[in-house]
């Protein structure tokens, strides 16, 4: 298996605009996690979900951010309008049913917004 | 809910030389441990992970972990370390009959020659 794929690697856009971010988890795994990287917050989870459904997304910080799971080999992140202050690295990982299987991350898309 | 806490947002150390990066974690119920490692402008990878039995675990370059639950603690160290040991060392928990993943902010090692 390839890993967890995400796309784009970086993304700059202006301020106002969409951003969709994408994660293709590895095949098989029932869970998918969306995290945000900042220097300030470190690693905070967003959403996350199993068997693609939303199970917890208190971590959205706000309206402007929503996420899908349309099937279970892909899932997007948005962010509607963007702002600069969402600049940051968004990971997103995907692992097997069971509380005691680790996460595997995608490479990461690094967002600025300008 | 479960959170993790890694004092040390920097630990500079001299190559060759022994290194241990803290973890402490709350939670209220049983909980699995992870070690991830980042190195520059890549996702995370498992280090290390405590499910149960042993309360040292081990990974396949050198580091070690501890699970300590009287001190709810998971210290990662390694007796000599390398430069290509050069990374951010996140601590996350999971709890049991959780799923979610909690990570803490990350402790960026620093290999001094």
Not at chain 1, 36 to 46: A, D, P, S, V
Not at chain 1, 78 to 99: L, N, T, W
Not at chain 2, 44 to 70: C, D, H, M, P
């Amino acid at each position: 298996d390839a890993g967890v794929i995400q796309s784009p690697r970086h993304e700059v856009t202006e301020m106002g605009q969409e951003v969709t971010l994408r994660c293709k988890p590895i095949s098989g795994h029932d869970y998918l996690f969306w995290y945000r990287q900042t220097m300030m917050r470190g690693l905070e989870l967003l959403i996350y979900f199993n068997n693609n459904v939303p199970i917890d997304d208190s971590g959205m910080p706000e309206d402007r951010f929503s996420a899908k799971m349309p099937n279970a080999s892909f899932s997007t992140l948005k962010i509607q309008p963007s702002e600069p202050r969402d600049s940051a690295v968004y990971f997103c990982a995907s692992s097997k049913q069971g509380p005691n299987t680790e996460a595997f991350f995608g490479q990461g898309t690094r967002l600025t917004v300008v | 809910a479960q959170s993790v806490t890694q004092l040390d947002s920097q630990v500079p150390v001299f190559e060759e030389a022994p290194v241990e990066l803290r973890c402490n974690y709350s939670s209220s119920v049983s909980v699995y441990l992870f070690w991830y490692v980042q190195y520059p402008n890549q996702g995370l990878q498992l280090l290390l992970k405590y499910l149960s039995g042993s309360t040292l675990v081990e990974s396949i370059n050198g580091f070690e972990a501890e699970f300590n639950k009287s001190q709810t603690s998971f210290h990662l160290r390694k007796p000599s370390v390398h430069i290509s040991d050069t990374a951010e060392y996140f601590c996350a928990v999971r709890g049991v009959g959780d799923d979610k993943i909690i990570f803490g902010k990350g402790t960026r090692l620093h290999i001094l020659p």
